[in-house]
């Protein structure tokens, strides 16, 4: 009887320890996908570059139907400090599965309703996002 008790302690304590550590990620995933937001909406490119990985791209489908490649330095480029944009953005959902992250973000600008989808990884620690698929319908 001992051995059981011990044993589901054990298991009850392995569970609680998983579990604080999939929020954990979960509220850092948010955290830098708010960098991203935050930083597009109020004119922060340093917010922005903290939450993307330097070798990360943007992509979308040019009116051609061709794909449509955007380097991450030149996407931040097009903001400037101080500069704040008409961006009304929040996040839809999460999906956090060891160190690779999914996060569909939604994002009024204008006559424009932005859908991103980001993906993450956890490299050194930190999340970053290696890549951000977009899409856009006018309102």
């Given at each position: ?9 054990i298991l009850a304590l ?126």
């Amino acid at each position: 009887m001992k051995f059981v008790r011990t044993t589901l302690i054990i298991l009850a304590l392995l569970g609680a320890s998983l579990t604080a550590q999939a929020q954990s990620d979960d509220e850092a995933v948010r955290a830098t996908a708010m960098d991203y937001l935050e930083g597009t909406a109020n004119g922060e490119p340093e917010r922005i570059r903290r939450a993307f990985h330097p070798d990360a791209a943007l992509y979308a489908v040019n009116d051609d139907g061709s794909l449509r490649r955007i380097p991450i330095g030149t996407y931040i480029g097009y903001f400037k400090p101080g500069e704040k944009r008409d961006r009304d953005g929040k996040i839809v959902a999460v999906d956090v599965v060891n160190d690779a992250a999914n996060v569909k973000i939604e994002i009024v600008s204008g006559p424009w309703k932005f859908t991103d989808y980001l993906l993450l990884l956890k490299l050194n620690g930190e999340w970053k996002i290696i890549n951000k698929s977009y899409t856009r319908v006018k309102q």
